[in-house]
């Protein structure tokens, strides 16, 4: 019998299981495009949008991410390793008490969320963090 | 076994391995030339508030030989931080005389010569005689263990547990946190979280499907002791529905959690706790993190990765105490709390040398009363070993050798796969192999041993997978086990490469030829996350194997090469 890594997983033959070796630069690319597109090319801050989610997917079918960006009225979020990046976009009114927002997202392998905020004054925040989607190891 | 009467008279050097404060005189301990359970106990009451700390037990209520890995590499900012430093480098960064009694209890070398000398370590009835020495000193010490107690022998998997509920509610802990009950199931877990006379605690436990925290896992609790308010956070291993099967507890959601631990931390002190103590099985390298991420934490108990240290580490304003594994180790934690902080504290990792404490007759009572319904089954000898079998090590240990070696031969396959769990107890050359030997080296609920076909390509896969659970430079990438052993199957790993790099030179063992990533091997391993794994359950298998040999020999394994330290 011939092993496919799909099929691994449904046979459950080991403790362990995959996560994709290398990131797909022509997603990343895909982001990076959408991210261009969103803020036309301006300048991008760091610092006052912080992403919560796991470091370590336990389910890579359903990754809560939440993200909080005071000040804002928009937050893009995109995942740069899934085939479509752009996951959601949240607005935000000036009566939004807090400007932040939580989701699901599927994560096709270990990749970058990303969040690009717009800001009340126009300019533009972001914030990135790793998600890690593997089948483990085993623990002490 | 040497009596109790030789013990006095072999003893070399230090009695206690006494922490930070209390460190430093380890040369005057070795002129005295004896250890007594006096020495193991001794300790000057400190401060206000005394914290006592077990954890990783594993189910062993007897004691046992435990040898300490000769191989931990840490990676990034923790290569050659302890607790990565092991034999001779740990001894010397200490300054523990060779052959003392520190020596054996804290670091590898020797080990077997040395077991005959000091005996076995452990005994939950040795731990009860130590905690209630520390009870008399101080009456309100909280006593909390750090999880993984409802697993790893014949009789906990026999009873799904509740021998070491009963008998650690004899020891009555004031707080526990967890990571292998989880794999008794979900409804076993509740059943007996719902019966626990005292908390069960976990900041990073939430509900599944709505991501939020459980009612049955509370985040903390608060203790008025000394004249003061200390609040113990619970903070269950991250990564168990990763490195444990997750079809087991649906239910549950981990994670590191780092920002509700930090919302946690400000809830406790806006609460009035002076002191905020972490309960933790994170392992060692991730509450070190944590600890400089989340400010406001003064003492973290840490569990999960078995390492035992004689004195705390110091991250900014917080503690890190380790206290090893097996019930090998208890730790006591004086504290001085005053104005709203810590301003002292005093630590002593107390070993359990089972010939020189004097186990507790009543606890004594309890443990029997538990293995008295399986004692023959479990005691029955399977065979005897000539060499020494042990688990720990980040590639391999002579355990997982056997274990691998009866894979291949029982299931008739080319390669075995071992997963890298660090529990076990060792055997020393010469001791005969019993039933519950086996179990204390393979027990789980899910141990069946699969048998399949993987291709090269995929079994590089795996072994990249896992090696970045272990050698991720960022801790909370890691998940605190060893490297999946392996056997028939040879391998050069570089520690120092990203994901996907690491691994190299593949070869299968018996004909020497490189792995083909094309080709199909068959595969034999147990211990799959995957629901509905069909196999013979693993102790059978190594019972069948260790049968046939009579007597257990092996050579020692040098498949692994290990480059980039």
């Known amino acids: 019998m011939e092993l496919t890594r799909r099929k691994i997983l449904a046979i459950g033959s080991g403790t362990l299981a995959l996560a994709s ?74 009566l939004s008490a807090s400007r932040s927002a939580s989701t699901r997202i599927r994560l096709a392998k270990t990749q970058n969320v990303v969040a690009v905020a717009k800001m009340e004054d126009g300019s533009f925040q972001m914030a990135k963090a790793e998600v890690k989607v593997t089948i483990g190891g085993c623990g002490g | 076994m040497i009596s109790r009467r030789d013990f006095l008279q072999v003893g070399m050097a230090a009695s206690a391995i006494v922490g930070a404060s209390g460190f430093g005189n380890w040369a005057r301990l070795a002129a005295q030339q004896t250890l007594t359970q006096e020495q193991l106990l001794e300790f000057e009451t400190f401060g206000n508030v005394s914290l006592i700390h077990i954890t990783d037990i594993h189910g062993q209520l007897k004691p046992i030989y435990f040898r300490e890995p000769s191989i931990n590499i840490g990676v990034g900012e923790n290569n050659g931080a302890v607790p990565h430093v092991t034999g001779a480098e740990f001894r010397k960064l200490y300054g523990i005389a060779d052959g003392s009694p520190s020596h054996y ?31 008399a000193d101080r009456p309100d010490a909280i006593l909390l263990d750090g999880g993984d107690t409802w697993h790893g022998s014949y009789t906990t998997w026999k009873t799904q547990a509740q021998d070491m509920f009963n008998v650690m509610n004899a020891l009555a802990p004031d707080a526990m946190t967890f990571h292998w009950e989880f794999t008794l199931g979900s409804e076993r877990v509740q059943e007996l979280v719902e019966q626990l006379p005292f908390a069960a605690l976990g900041q990073n436990i939430f509900d599944a499907e709505w991501d939020e925290p459980t009612e049955l896992f509370p985040p903390y609790k608060m203790f008025e002791r000394g004249g003061t308010k200390i609040a113990v956070i619970g903070q269950a291993f991250p990564y168990m529905p990763i490195a444990n099967p997750r079809w087991m507890f649906p ?143 980040n590639f391999n240990g002579s355990w997982d050798d056997l274990i691998c070696d009866a894979l291949i031969r029982e299931r008739d396959a080319e390669i075995a796969l071992s997963p890298g769990v660090r529990w076990g107890p060792s055997l020393i050359p010469g001791q005969d192999i019993t039933r519950e030997d086996i179990f204390g080296v393979t027990s789980m609920s899910y141990g069946e041993a699969y048998r399949t076909e993987m291709d090269g390509a995929f079994l590089k896969v795996v072994l990249e997978d896992v090696a970045d659970n272990i050698f991720n430079p960022d801790p909370y990438y890691q998940q605190g086990g060893d490297m999946v052993r392996t056997g028939g199957l040879g391998y ?48 059978d298998v190594v019972e069948s194997h260790i049968r046939k040999l009579g007597t257990v020999s092996l050579q020692e394994n040098n498949s692994v090469d290990v480059v980039g330290v």
């Open chain 2, 251 to 393: 239910e549950f959601s981990f994670g590191i959690r780092d920002e509700n631990m930090a919302a946690m931390v400000e809830e406790v002190r806006a609460a009035g706790a002076e002191c905020v103590v972490v309960l933790s099985h994170n392992g060692f390298d991730v509450d070190k993190k944590m600890a400089s991420v989340v400010p406001g934490i003064d003492v973290i108990l840490s569990g999960h990765t078995h390492d035992a240290l004689p004195e705390p580490v110091v991250v900014g304003e917080t503690i890190l105490v380790p206290s090893g594994s097996n019930g090998k180790f208890v730790s006591r934690v004086d504290l001085d709390i005053r104005d709203g902080r810590m301003m002292g504290y005093r630590t002593k990792l107390i070993p359990i040398f089972s010939d020189v404490i004097t186990p507790d007759a009543e606890m004594a009572a309890v443990i029997d009363a538990e293995r008295a319904p399986y004692l023959s089954e479990m005691t029955e000898v399977i065979g005897q070993t000539d060499s020494l079998l042990y688990r720990r090590g």
């Open chain 1, 21 to 94: 070796l290398s990131s797909l630069p022509a997603f990343a690319n895909l982001t990076e495009e959408a991210i261009s597109a969103l803020t036309g090319g301006a300048d991008m801050g760091e610092g006052s949008v912080t992403i919560i989610a796991p470091e370590i997917a336990e389910n890579g079918n359903t990754v809560p991410v939440g993200v909080d960006a005071p000040g804002a009225v928009e937050i893009t979020l995109f995942a740069d390793g899934n085939p479509v990046p752009n996951v959601a976009t949240f607005k935000f009114g000036p």
């Open chain 2, 492 to 539: 050069r790993i570089d520690v120092s490469k990203p994901q996907g790099e690491r691994i190299s030179n593949m070869t299968l063992l018996k004909s020497g030829e490189p792995i083909d990533p094309a080709r199909s091997y068959v595969v034999a391993g147990w211990a799959s996350v995957n629901e509905g794994t069909e196999g013979p359950q693993i102790w």
């Open chain 2, 105 to 135: 209890a804290l670091s590898s070398g020797d080990f077997s010569s040395l077991a005959q000398s000091y005996g076995r370590v452990g005994g939950l009835d040795r731990v009860a005689t130590v905690i209630k020495a520390i009870r």
